[in-house]
């Protein structure tokens, strides 16, 4: 409960650098998705059942601060989260590369759900075409931003990891 709780802190203060500063600044062509990062590394070192609850809490952050339909980011959170979840304790994201590479991959990813979910937003247009100016910038912030975003939480490792017991 308590990593899951620090997570959601982390997630509430991303949401809002993210809803409340940087779609501000309208120099930047897109804006980089900092709770994605996050979910993914919490998915990563947590597992499935661990992304899956902490990206449809950081997704619940995110349709609370943005004009999107509610339940939108939730479930792609939580259907990212289950996914990155999968490859928990299987990828090392130590480094500057991996952690980049999982930047680029994880937003192409987003995308791909995104698409995806369309089929139950018809109304809305939420889809963004694959290859275009912005959404180049988004994974090229993504991937550089990752391993940054990595180093601050491997700061907080110790309060954001579940504790795994030792069974002999």
């Known amino acids: 409960m308590k990593s899951f ?54 997704g619940l952050f995110l349709d609370f601060f943005s004009a999107v339909p509610f339940g939108l980011n939730c479930l792609l959170r939580t259907v990212f989260g289950y996914t990155a979840g999968l490859f928990s304790k299987t990828l090392n994201i130590n480094g500057i590369f991996f952690p980049f590479l999982l930047g680029a991959l994880s937003t192409i990813f987003k995308a791909v759900i995104l698409w ?23 994974v090229l912030f993504n991937a550089l931003l990752a391993p940054l975003v990595f180093k601050f939480l491997d700061v907080f490792k110790g309060e954001l990891l579940l504790a795994v017991e030792n069974v002999r």
């Open 116 to 138: 995806c979910i369309t089929v139950f937003y018809p109304n809305v247009n939420i889809a963004r075409e694959a290859v275009s100016f912005s959404f180049g910038f988004e």
């Open 5 to 58: 709780g620090i997570s959601c802190l982390f997630f509430l203060g991303f949401s809002l650098l993210e809803s409340a500063f940087l779609s501000n600044i309208l120099i930047l062509p897109a804006i980089p998705d900092l709770v994605l990062l996050c979910s993914l590394y919490l998915s990563l070192n947590n597992g499935r059942l661990f992304g899956s609850c902490a990206g449809f809490a950081g």
